[in-house]
């Protein structure tokens, strides 16, 4: 490994130090979409080399952390801040997708023309964002096959059609909490 190779765009913030070991974060180069993430070093790597941990780790390291010998805790609060403030935003903007949507999804024949029109108003009430809720309505419709599809044109939701019309609704919820979408629409 090469000793002018560091993982983190900038100097790392320290959050513990204690014998050999040292835990910092910072944002990666390897890793755009995330805010930080946390890496360990030891005296026994070489310089600039730290274990870089998977970002779905990061709040149980950093409340494992707290009050530990050895801590700097005011940091270490900082970065759990970050990611609260992250899931809480990510929570907000499925919940408003979710319950708005299924409201106008509670009756049939809304045809893929309204589909859009429907997602997109009742996203848009709820959110003041029209260019995301016009992204998140295109993309799940273009996620749907044509049988699916076909089944927003339905005059009617007879018994023979009821399952797969709520197989539909469950894809639709799916889609709408999707990250990938999401960070797609929202331009991330």
């Not at 903007?93 to 997602?119: D, P, Q, R, T």
């Amino acid at each position: 490994m090469s000793e002018k190779y560091a993982p983190f765009e900038a100097e790392p913030t320290l959050l513990y130090d204690k014998d050999t070991f040292k835990i910092v974060a910072e944002k990666v180069y390897t890793n755009k979409d995330e805010k930080f993430c946390i890496g360990l070093n030891s005296n026994g790597f070489p310089a600039n080399a730290y274990l870089v941990f998977p970002p779905q780790f990061n709040l149980n390291l950093l409340q494992i952390l707290l009050e530990e010998s050895g801590s700097r805790d005011d940091e270490i609060m900082k970065f759990i801040k970050i990611i609260k403030e992250e899931n809480e935003k990510n929570n907000i903007v499925c919940k408003i997708f979710l319950l708005g949507f299924l409201i106008n999804l509670a009756f049939a024949n809304i045809g893929s023309e309204a589909f859009v029109k429907s997602y997109t108003a009742s996203c848009e009430a709820k959110s003041g964002n029209k260019d995301f809720c016009f992204c998140m309505a295109n993309e799940v419709l273009n996620s749907l096959n044509d049988k699916e599809r076909l089944l927003l044109n339905a005059s009617s939701i007879t018994p023979d059609i009821a399952q797969d019309f709520q197989k539909l609704q469950m894809k639709i919820i799916q889609l709408s909490a999707d990250e990938e979408l999401l960070k797609y629409c929202l331009g991330e």
